[in-house]
């Protein structure tokens, strides 16, 4: 399996079609943020930004759960979440 192909795919085809399900959870948008991050970043080194930005907070808070995750085993997690929410 190629990751790399497979998430560029994936990272595309999200992109192009959007989230299918409009009910999908923030939850499971910042999961798929995180797992995103992880995959193409690494482990989070970036400071925590301040409460008061809730969103870039529950962003940065959403990378750090997939921290010491390995870029190949957060790729996989991301198509499978990503392919999950979509109906194909």
């Given at each position: 399996m190629d990751f790399n192909?497979?998430?560029?795919?994936c990272i595309l085809t999200y992109c192009?079609?959007?989230?299918?399900?409009p009910s999908q959870t923030n939850e499971t948008k910042l999961t798929v943020y995180g797992l995103y991050k992880q995959a193409t970043v690494g482990d989070n080194s970036e400071k925590a930004p301040w409460a008061v930005k809730v969103v870039a907070?529950?962003?940065w808070?959403?990378?750090m759960k997939q921290k010491g995750k390995s870029?190949?085993?957060?790729?996989?997690?991301?198509?499978v979440n990503v392919v999950?929410?979509?109906?194909?």
């Open positions: 192909k497979d998430l560029m795919l192009i079609l959007g989230p299918p399900d907070k529950a962003k808070d959403a990378w870029k190949n085993e957060a790729m996989a997690e991301y198509i999950k929410g979509m109906d194909v």
